[in-house]
């Protein structure tokens, strides 16, 4: 069983470098997200997906950008890297995200990604 | 917009002591969920609450859901060190999509 799936696991990039974090699900779940973890700043999420061909933002999208052409992928484009990026990148998908729909996260195992 | 706040930051305990993690919302929200992450893992999905004043147990561990829908906690009876990990709320408000994580409460067990 995949699950979730996220290339690459490590990624070191130089300022204003670009470069795509590939989600991949196999779970045919409708809604995928993007999020970006911190020390001691939780989980926050960059841009989020509720099925093919819809996008939206999260609460920290600047700097990043999305698309969802399938329901499997879900890949999270940086086109000109900055310091501030560095983090680890989660991508997580759901059966469905809202009033009454069944909310649980499958996360992937996360990219490590270092800008210098 | 919505903020989830969650105390303490970290909490240290002793093996067999109990420990509370608290999930705070400036807004009411639709359902909560709670996920464990281990060191150096992703996060897992432990629950989910929906109802005002809704009370979970798993074993040893107990979530509850404020009767406003806008605060939760959660509380390990008698620690264990596999307890050992960070735990986070995160709360998905009446108006969208978007699940939004508290800070998370790093807990660590000394045996």
Redesign the interface.
Known sequence: NAGVTQTPKFQVLKTGQSMTLQCAQDMNHE?M?W?RQDP??????IH?S?GAGIT?Q??VPNGYNVSRSTTEDFPLRLLSAAPSQTSVY?C?SSYS???GG?????????SRLTVL | ?QQVM?IP?YQHVQEGEDFTTYCNSSTTL??I?W?KQRPG?????LI?LVKSGEVKKQKRLTFQFGEAKKNSSLHITATQTTDVGTY?C?G?S?A?????????TRLMVKP
């Open positions: 809604y997200s999020y001691g700043m939780g989980l926050r999420l989020y509720v939206d999260g609460e989660f997580a995200v809202g009033v069944t909310g649980e996260l499958f996360f992937g195992e996360g | 917009g969650q930051q639709s359902n969920q996920y893992g992703h996060p897992v999905f989910q986070f995160a998905l009446n969208g999509n978007m699940l939004t994580f508290g800070g998370g």
